[in-house]
C-alpha cells in the first residue's frame, strides 16, 4: 500500500535523515545522531510518501524511507528519500490554543484510494483568557466639589464645564489569585514565592515574569498601560456643561471609583485536559462626574452621586 503524507512546517516539524549515512537506526534510542546527518524539512508544504509491505500503517519509530517534496539539504547536497528521524509538533506561535492537520492519502495495489485529514489540537501549557470588557466597582470615594461653585454674573451668565475641574490621578495595581491545587492536578509546578505575580512564578512548566511582561502583556489584555497612573482627564464628558444664568449657581462634582478588571488563568496538561487556575486582576480607577445648579447664591454642597461605599466581597 502507498501512503501519502502532506503537513504544513512549522505546525508539523520534520526530521529526516541520511538513508545511507552514518546513522544507527536501530539504536536511536541510546544514541544521538551525528549532527550532519539530520536535517529539518523547509518550512511550508511538505509531501511525504511510503510503500507499506506489511502491518496496517507507518510505523515512525522504524524510521522508514521517503521521498520527500522538497528534499532535504544536507550541507552542500540534498536527498529526497531520506529516512524519517522525527516528525513533531512545532514552535506553538502564540498564546491560545490551535490545531495542526495532516493530510493522508492512501492506495492500494488495486488503485482504491482513501483520504482523511488528522487533526491534532494543541495547547500552550499555561494560557491567559481574553479581557471581555466587564469591570466591578470595588468601592467610591466621597464626591468632590471641583472646583468651586460659579455664580450666573451679569448679562448673558456664565457657561460652566465639568472638563474644567481639578487633575487626580491615582495608582494601578496588579495582583492574581491562583489554585495551586487545580494547577498541581494538572502537572503544574509549585509556586516561588507567596505572590506568583510578584516575580518569576513556576507553577506553570514555562516561567512567567511579571516584570518583563508588565509593560506589553498585561497592557495589551486590558488596555490600559498599567505602569501609569489612572487619571481623571479621561473620564470626564465633554458636553457636561451647562449655561448658568444670572440668579442662579451651579457647582460640578466629581467621584472616584476604585475598579475591578479580571481575566482568567488555563492550564493544559498533555491530553489537552483544561481547568481554570486563577486569574489575573487588575485594580484600576474611573471617575464619575455631576453637575448641579440651583436658584439664590449659596454655594451646592451636596451631589447627586451616591455616598462613598464599598462593594462586600469584591477585593
Not at 76 to 84: A, F, Y
Not at 114 to 138: F, H, K, L, M, S
Not at 218 to 241: D, P, R, Y
Request: proline share 7%; hydrophobic share 35%; net charge negative.
Amino acid at each position: 500500500m502507498n501512503l501519502t503524507l502532506a503537513v504544513t512546517s512549522p505546525g508539523i516539524k520534520v526530521q529526516v535523515g541520511k538513508a545511507g549515512g552514518s546513522i544507527a537506526w536501530d539504536h536511536l534510542d541510546n544514541i544521538a545522531p551525528p549532527g550532519d546527518q539530520i536535517a529539518q524539512i523547509t518550512d511550508g508544504q511538505i509531501t511525504m510518501q511510503t510503500t507499506i509491505t506489511s502491518g496496517v500503517g507507518m510505523n515512525t519509530a522504524s524510521h522508514p524511507q521517503l521521498t520527500i517534496s522538497p528534499p532535504a539539504q544536507f550541507g552542500q547536497t540534498t536527498d529526497n528519500q531520506p529516512r524519517l528521524y522525527k516528525m513533531t509538533t512545532g514552535k506553538i506561535p502564540d498564546s491560545q490554543p490551535s490545531v495542526v492537520a495532516t493530510f493522508l492519502l492512501e492506495a492500494d495495489m488495486n488503485g482504491k484510494t482513501i483520504r482523511r485529514v488528522v487533526e491534532w489540537p494543541y495547547y500552550v501549557t499555561g494560557e491567559i483568557g481574553p479581557y471581555d470588557q466587564n469591570a466591578t466597582i470595588v468601592a467610591a470615594l466621597p464626591p468632590d466639589i471641583t472646583p468651586n461653585c460659579v455664580h450666573g454674573g451679569g448679562q448673558g451668565g456664565v457657561t460652566l464645564q465639568c472638563t474644567d475641574t481639578k487633575s487626580e490621578s491615582r495608582a494601578r495595581t496588579v495582583t492574581s489569585d491562583f489554585n495551586t491545587s487545580a494547577a498541581a492536578m494538572l502537572g503544574g509546578n509549585p509556586m516561588v514565592g507567596p505572590n506568583p505575580f510578584g516575580g518569576v512564578f513556576q507553577m506553570f512548566p514555562f516561567q512567567f515574569n511579571m516584570s518583563f511582561n508588565k509593560a506589553n502583556t498585561w497592557t495589551q489584555t486590558f488596555g490600559v498601560n498599567i505602569s501609569e497612573n489612572a487619571t481623571n482627564e479621561s473620564s470626564h464628558s465633554a458636553s457636561l456643561s451647562q449655561l448658568i444664568v444670572p440668579g442662579m449657581v451651579g457647582a460640578c462634582f466629581q467621584q472616584a471609583m476604585e475598579i475591578k478588571k479580571q481575566v482568567s488563568l488555563y492550564m493544559h496538561d498533555i491530553c489537552g485536559t483544561s481547568a481554570n487556575v486563577g486569574h489575573v486582576i487588575l485594580y484600576d480607577w474611573a471617575w464619575n462626574s455631576d453637575l448641579k445648579t440651583k436658584l439664590g447664591d449659596s454655594c451646592i454642597t451636596a451631589s447627586d452621586l451616591p455616598p462613598a461605599f464599598t462593594t462586600p466581597g469584591v477585593k
